[in-house]
C-alpha cells in the first residue's frame, strides 16, 4: 500500500505544510536526505555491483556456470536472430 493510503491525504498535507515551514537549512537536509532515499549513492551501487561480481567469479570457479568463448557467441548471434 502507498504512503498516500497509509497516511490519507490530510496526513500528506501536513507533512508537506510541516516541511514548508522549517528554516531552509533544515528544509534542504530534508531534501536531501528524501532524495537520497529516492537513488542510492554512487558508493551503495559501486557495493552492489562489487557483490554482483564476486557471486559471478564464484559461479565459475564452482563450475556452477560454463564460459563461452567470445568468437563462438559472435557465431551464435546471427542464428539466434534468425530463429
Not at 42 to 52: C, M, P, R, S
Not at 60 to 77: F, M, N, T, Y
Amino acid at each position: 500500500m502507498s504512503i498516500m493510503g497509509e497516511c490519507g491525504v490530510e496526513k500528506t498535507e501536513e507533512w508537506i505544510e510541516m516541511v514548508e515551514s522549517l528554516p531552509i537549512g533544515m528544509k534542504t537536509q530534508f531534501i536531501e536526505k528524501l532524495l537520497q532515499s529516492l537513488h542510492p549513492s554512487q558508493t551503495e551501487i559501486d557495493a552492489l555491483w562489487e557483490e554482483e561480481a564476486e557471486r559471478r567469479v564464484s559461479e565459475i570457479k564452482s563450475g556452477a556456470v560454463r564460459l563461452i568463448p567470445g568468437d563462438e557467441v559472435l557465431r551464435e548471434v546471427p542464428r539466434k536472430s534468425h530463429s
